[in-house]
Nanobody, 125 residues
Framework: VQLVESGGGLVQAGGSLRLSCAAS????????IGWFRQAPGKEREGVSC????????YYADSVKGRFTISSDNAKNTVYLQMNSLKPEDTAVYYC???????????????????WGQGTQVTVSS
């Protein structure tokens, strides 16, 4: 199983970025894939998640209304569209896969066994 993130970068506050998580090594119809982030000196935080069963999604309160998670099964890729970015969104963003379930409800970082290498998102004020 391999997860490769891309799309991070430097953006001004109020701007947008789209992160991609390209997945390989497993059947892309049986998963929960989450986005997590970790800022310097802070604990890792769950940002969003999507499950393959019905496309059900989860968002942290801090990103609701600004971030949108989606999946393209034909491309084996999960996206995180981030709009109205704030300096507090600055972090390394990771995607992770839980291949034991097809939903996000009740899942936390400990349930995700496979992780990408991360992509840096920096939002300047």
């Amino acid at each position: 199983v391999q997860l490769v993130e891309s799309g991070g970068g430097l953006v001004q506050a109020g701007g947008s970025l789209r992160l991609s998580c390209a997945a390989s090594g497993f059947t892309f119809n049986n998963y929960a894939i989450g986005w997590f982030r970790q800022a310097p000196g802070k604990e890792r935080e769950g940002v969003s998640c999507i499950g393959s069963s019905d496309g059900g999604t989860y968002y942290a309160d801090s990103v609701k209304g600004r971030f949108t998670i989606s999946s393209d099964n034909a491309k084996n890729t999960v996206y995180l569209q981030m709009n109205s970015l704030k300096p507090e969104d600055t972090a390394v963003y990771y995607c992770a896969a839980d291949l034991t379930v097809r939903f996000c409800f009740g899942r936390s970082s400990v349930h995700f066994d496979y992780w990408g290498q991360g992509t840096q998102v920096t939002v300047s004020s």
